[in-house]
């Protein structure tokens, strides 16, 4: 079992950046896969981006390509998504997730067993 905690979420303007991260306790954490998904008020959990353990694989979602980047420290038990020409769309709550060895399918809500609380970003116009 691991606990995922994230931090580093808040309000910032279009254009602007914020990095969020998600400390994992417990279990060794170069074990998991991990992803990031978000929701939005009224809208349905999304996959963001996913990192395999070894962080040699990354996925992302179309609508975050090229400006989003997932990346992951084994060392310091951390998982990280940098958020790079964020836009009012991307507004929402932003959780962690984790899953033993491999999810399958990584862009799948379904795919990942442990979840943090989520951390909310808000981007203004």
């Known amino acids: 079992q691991v606990q995922l905690v994230e931090s580093g979420g808040g309000l910032v303007q279009a254009g602007g950046s914020l990095r969020l991260s998600c400390a994992a306790y417990g279990r060794t954490f170069s074990m998991y896969a991990m992803g990031w998904f978000r929701q939005a008020p009224g809208k349905e959990r999304e996959f963001v981006a996913a990192?395999?353990?070894?962080?040699?694989?990354?996925y992302y979602a179309d609508s975050v390509k090229g400006r989003f980047t997932i990346s992951r420290d084994n060392a310091k038990n951390t998982v990280y998504l940098q958020m790079n020409s964020l836009k009012p769309e991307d507004t929402a709550v932003y959780s962690c997730?984790?899953?033993?060895?491999?999810?399958?399918?990584?862009?799948?809500?379904?795919?990942?067993?442990?979840w943090g609380q989520g951390t909310q970003v808000t981007v203004s116009t």
């Open positions: 997730a984790a899953q033993y060895r491999s999810p399958g399918n990584y862009y799948s809500v379904g795919a990942y067993r442990y």
């Open positions: 990192i395999s353990r070894s962080g040699s694989n990354t």
